[in-house]
């Protein structure tokens, strides 16, 4: 589990450079920025590249949603989450998922099984790592330039970032014809970028024990995949309910909040599916962006606070996207609270949110409730 180490000096932290794209972590924040969006009559391409200039997130479309598609997208100031997905809730069938390298739209199949390929895909390469030369399996995890010009064919796309990558692909003829509209995404391993393009003819790869070569194969939907879902303490009674619908008899292995499954990748499609109509029903805007790690109860920090106030703090982790909700924050009482000095042994090691904010702020507050997706501080 990735842990956020903070170091909080007076005012804050310097912020770095953006880069082309976002991913990972400013990905998500970048989602999670509240806007108002107001577009009658515009087609989806147009949408969805103004989306992306305005986030610096990459956003795919799935070749099989029609750019030229023209859509009525109205809100109020809601994450940018939330727009795209009341851009996909406007296209029958259509769905939206995010990954740590861009965000994803597409016929609700296509995208709720992606996340479980490209998990599996990783794993795959994962056990070859005892098995492949080093070489060649640099080349198939190496991060390389992921965008195409117009009037591409992704046949063409792939052969052409095989070879800069260095793998060889068995049988390109497996990849129908298409011609597909520029697109600029983030660098990526060649793997992740070809699940990301396979995914959209149902088709995935399998990789050569001894070798940087690969061949395409078709999804085989009763496949049994491991998977696991951040579902996250919120939300977990909700999906347990729908899950057992589904599959009464499925088996779920619980760490925290976290359910690892082993189904067949059908079955993990309507999983993943419920997961994210459980998501969307609840009031966490941005369950959505939720990962294994994203959870603050669950994640671990390790804090080096020296001569911050307490409102300091508290701006810092918001500037991280860490919500911090404070009631009653403009009363004189808060008020005060807030200019008063952590009061915290700088020296203590990592821990689990739902531990270390009770120890940052229990000095301070009377409730401290740490919950998936925020902090609630009051004198209540």
Same mark, same amino acid.
């Given at each position: 589990?990735?842990t956020?180490t903070?170091?909080?000096?007076?005012?804050?932290?310097?912020?770095?450079?953006?880069?082309?794209?976002?991913? &990972?972590?400013?990905?998500?924040?970048?989602?999670?920025?509240?806007?108002? $969006?107001?577009?009658?009559?515009?087609?989806?391409g147009?949408?969805?590249?103004?989306?992306?200039?305005?986030?610096?997130?990459?956003?795919?479309?799935d070749?099989?949603?029609?750019?030229?598609?023209?859509?009525?997208?109205?809100?109020?100031?809601?994450?940018?989450?939330?727009? =795209?997905?009341?851009?996909?809730?406007?296209?029958?069938?259509?769905? =939206?998922?995010?990954?740590?390298?861009?965000?994803?739209? &597409?016929p609700?199949?296509?995208?709720?099984?992606?996340?479980?390929?490209?998990?599996?895909?990783?794993?795959?390469? +994962?056990?070859?790592?005892?098995?492949?030369?080093?070489?060649?399996?640099?080349?198939?995890?190496v991060?390389?330039?992921?965008? $195409?010009?117009?009037?591409?064919?992704?046949?063409?796309?792939?052969l052409?970032?095989?070879?800069?990558?260095?793998?060889?692909i068995?049988?390109?003829?497996?990849?129908p014809?298409?011609?597909?509209?520029?697109?600029?995404?983030?660098?990526?391993?060649?793997?992740?970028?070809?699940?990301?393009?396979?995914?959209?003819?149902?088709?995935?790869?399998?990789?050569?024990?001894?070798?940087?070569?690969?061949?395409?194969?078709?999804?085989?939907s009763?496949?049994?995949?491991?998977?696991r879902y951040?579902? &996250?303490?919120?939300?977990?009674?909700?999906?347990?309910?729908?899950?057992?619908?589904?599959?009464p008899?499925?088996?779920?292995?619980?760490?925290?909040?976290?359910?690892?499954?082993?189904?067949?990748?059908?079955q +993990?499609?309507?999983?993943?599916?419920?997961?994210?109509?459980a998501?969307?029903?609840?009031?966490?805007?941005d369950?959505?962006?939720?990962?294994?790690?994203?959870?603050?109860?669950?994640?671990?920090?390790q804090?080096?606070?020296?001569?911050?106030?307490?409102?300091?703090?508290?701006?810092?982790?918001r500037?991280?996207?860490?919500?911090?909700?404070?009631?009653?924050?403009?009363?004189?009482?808060?008020?005060?609270?807030?200019?008063?000095?952590?009061?915290?042994?700088?020296?203590?090691?990592?821990?689990? &949110?739902?531990k =270390?904010?009770?120890?940052?702020?229990?000095?301070?507050?009377?409730?401290?409730?740490?919950?998936?997706?925020?902090?609630?501080?009051?004198?209540?």
């Amino acid at each position: 589990m990735k842990t956020l180490t903070i170091l909080l000096l007076y005012l804050g932290i310097p912020a770095g450079e953006p880069s082309s794209f976002y991913t &990972g972590k400013e990905l998500k924040t970048s989602l999670a920025t509240n806007v108002r $969006w107001v577009s009658i009559g515009s087609e989806l391409g147009d949408q969805l590249r103004d989306l992306q200039t305005q986030t610096n997130v990459a956003i795919l479309r799935d070749r099989r949603l029609d750019p030229h598609r023209r859509i009525n997208v109205e809100t109020e100031f809601v994450p940018r989450v939330q727009v =795209l997905k009341q851009i996909s809730a406007t296209i029958p069938g259509a769905a =939206l998922c995010i990954t740590e390298d861009c965000a994803c739209i &597409g016929p609700s199949d296509a995208i709720y099984r992606l996340p479980i390929l490209l998990s599996s895909n990783a794993e795959q390469l +994962h056990g070859l790592r005892t098995k492949i030369d080093t070489t060649a399996l640099r080349r198939l995890t190496v991060k390389v330039d992921a965008s $195409w010009e117009q009037l591409a064919e992704p046949r063409q796309i792939l052969l052409d970032h095989a070879q800069t990558a260095g793998v060889v692909i068995t049988n390109p003829d497996a990849i129908p014809h298409d011609v597909w509209a520029q697109q600029r995404l983030p660098q990526m391993s060649f793997a992740h970028l070809t699940t990301l393009i396979l995914n959209q003819f149902d088709l995935t790869f399998e990789i050569a024990t001894d070798r940087a070569e690969l061949t395409i194969v078709q999804i085989d939907s009763e496949d049994a995949i491991e998977h696991r879902y951040p579902v &996250g303490s919120t939300f977990k009674a909700t999906v347990v309910n729908a899950w057992q619908q589904q599959a009464p008899n499925l088996e779920i292995r619980w760490t925290g909040s976290n359910a690892t499954v082993t189904t067949t990748l059908r079955q +993990h499609i309507l999983l993943n599916a419920a997961l994210h109509a459980a998501w969307n029903s609840g009031s966490n805007s941005d369950a959505t962006l939720m990962t294994q790690e994203g959870s603050i109860r669950t994640r671990n920090f390790q804090l080096k606070a020296e001569r911050a106030t307490i409102g300091q703090l508290i701006v810092f982790f918001r500037t991280e996207k860490i919500r911090i909700e404070v009631r009653d924050e403009d009363s004189a009482e808060v008020t005060a609270i807030l200019l008063e000095p952590v009061q915290l042994d700088t020296r203590a090691g990592k821990q689990a &949110g739902e531990k =270390l904010f009770p120890l940052i702020f229990g000095k301070h507050f009377k409730t401290v409730d740490v919950r998936d997706d925020r902090v609630v501080l009051s004198q209540e």
